[in-house]
């Protein structure tokens, strides 16, 4: 869609008005998740006092984080046209590899840190030569690395269980001008968004994700350009393991399943496409946040647990049918 | 001619994965296969194999179905509450929980071709609002025991031959009529090759679609009443497994997931070999971590021996001279 953009490709009856038009179209499953957003945020407020204070967004922040890390991978993969189901296997090796390896020692930690993340980037590297090179559907390529990586942290650690440098720990509690290391680690996480989506390589991400076909014809390595996106993917769902372990401080070889679908749904509220090429990083972390504030909900109200993933389910859908209206006529227009 | 070639191609793999699997473990395993055995892996081959159908469906017209898990512990659950373990309420939970299943295909399927959402968020979305209303219903506490009757249709056996293994050889007999002599099957063939073209060339895609997805919440009801019986309770989370293993089923019965090709017969012998590698593995003395690591290794290699690639990769042939 970046094609679509810019305003040489325009046409030339195109005016400034229709131009404006269709921008805010392509945005608009963003804006319609901000919109979102900003509802339930304002019913969290009404029902419950200091909301909209620092320590709020501390809290928020931290209790999103892991889901947001797993999801930046994710949103990577949708860009591309694919699906990384295997984070969910990744998630939970690191945990366990983490729990069993780190001891006391702040040499071995860091050695094992880095390991983890050389796993993720490894572990994603063969998703994409896969995918690639075999012509393999990514459903099936990250389901069956799902599955295997999900069985070597059963070995590594059957239950959950192991232990952290006390160090590690205090990273959720430390904070700097009021602010929680989570908070600082959004920020960064924003920044090099900021960074990355003008690079080379996220722009031929996005227009591989648009069309394969003329992304490859205008000179795409597609092995290369799967290799870098899986393998991002599994360098931010180690990220996400480290960060996981640093909240619970145990290791455990079933958790990373309760990431993998969640990653795709914030993403997709968010305003990502799962047919590749739209959507971004910041409509991701709106729907991480959106999720997390249902949590909150649910809790103030204090209803069953049970209507979180009903309210979640209902939540998804709506965003959905909100960017498959927004995408219709948007299409409709450029045609 | 080509893509018929590759259908078969991607079925025979799972045929001869099954066989070499199941003599390799008869070699290392005494009595894997006498009859008992095998009778009792052919009940499990059978509940795979038949959430694994309508699966085929769905997946051969280019969709997925996520919402499998729920809809089996939706009906578990629910026969045990509505028959409290006496038999003649069966009688009409038994049907009406069919019919239920069904409907929430039909939600699903609605969902995608009429309003839009792609198969993946569609079924997800139905998933999680059922668990949610599942556990809210239940209260998250396990239900009454299953009736008798319900245990007879699971263990019981009728001349020798166990009663799932009849009702699943009727569904595989159904299955491969409705995808090789009718017009539905070609009609979802067509879909699921190319949605655009299948739809300019007046296939009606909404009934298409919207059965395939009825039929998947069917069997996914139909193997959840059957389980209850097979363990003699219904229990939350029991849906679980069969996502992964419905959809591994297919996959390795040759059928792409990209949709438009494969067939149920490639289903079966999936079913089989995810059931001889659960039964091998304790007889290796494995643990259920590197049974996790072997299904992912086995969908890998069949799928990509199915895979179009394949030939290409492994005949390399040398680029012509250049002079």
Known sequence: MIAFRSPEGMDARTTGAEEWRTRFEDRAPFLVACALLMVLMAVYGSLRKNVFALEELNLDTAAAMTLLLAATGQTIVLLRGGIDLSIGGMISLGTVLAATHFGNNPARATFWTLSIVMIGLIVGMINGLMVAVLKLQPFLVTLATWSILSGAALLVLPTDGGSFPAGWMRFGGASWLGLSSSVWLLVALVLFWLWFRKTPLAVAIRATGSNERSAYLSGVSLVFINVATYGLSGIFAALASLYLTTQTGTGSPTIGKDYILPSVAAAVIGGVSLFGGRGGLLGTIVGAFIITVIGNLVFVLSVSSYWQPIASGVILLVAVLASSIAEKSARRNLV | ?323
């Open chain 2, 1 to 323: 001619m080509k893509d018929n070639f590759g259908t078969h191609r991607g079925i025979l793999v799972a045929y001869l994965a099954t066989i070499t699997l199941l003599l390799f473990t008869s070699l290392v395993s005494t009595g894997f296969l006498a009859g008992a055995h095998l009778r009792s892996m052919a009940l499990l081959a059978a509940f795979i194999g038949i959430v694994a159908l309508g699966q085929t469906f769905v997946i051969i017209g280019g969709g997925i179905d996520l919402s499998v898990p729920w809809v089996l512990n939706g009906a578990a659950v629910f026969v045990t509450l509505f028959a409290h373990g006496h038999n003649e309420p069966l009688l009409w939970a038994v049907p009406l929980l069919l019919v239920a299943g069904a409907l929430v295909g039909m939600i699903n399927g609605l969902g995608i071709e009429a309003a839009g959402v792609p198969p993946i968020i569609m079924t997800l979305a139905v998933n999680v609002i059922l668990q949610g209303g599942i556990l809210i219903c239940t209260g998250g506490a396990p239900t009454a025991a299953a009736p008798t009757a319900l245990q007879f249709l699971a263990v019981g056996r009728v001349g020798g031959i166990p009663v799932v293994l009849v009702i699943w050889a009727v569904l595989a007999v159904t299955a491969t009529i409705l995808l090789s002599k009718t017009t539905f099957g070609r009609y979802l063939y067509a879909l699921g090759a190319n949605a655009t073209v299948a739809k300019y060339s007046g296939v009606p895609t909404l009934r298409t679609v919207v059965l395939s997805y009825t039929l998947s919440g069917f069997t996914a009801a139909l193997v959840g009443m059957l389980l209850t019986g097979y363990s003699g309770q219904a229990y939350l989370g029991m849906g679980d497994p069969y996502l992964f293993t419905s959809i591994a089923a297919v996959a390795i019965g040759g059928t792409s997931i990209m949709g438009g090709s494969g067939h149920y017969i490639g289903t079966i012998a999936g079913a089989f070999l995810l059931t001889i590698l659960t039964a091998l593995l304790p007889a290796l003395n494995l643990s259920s971590g590197a049974l996790q690591i072997v299904y992912g290794i086995v969908i890998l290699v069949t799928v990509s021996l199915a895979s179009e690639a394949a030939p290409k990769l492994l005949f390399w042939r040398r680029p012509l001279s250049q002079n």
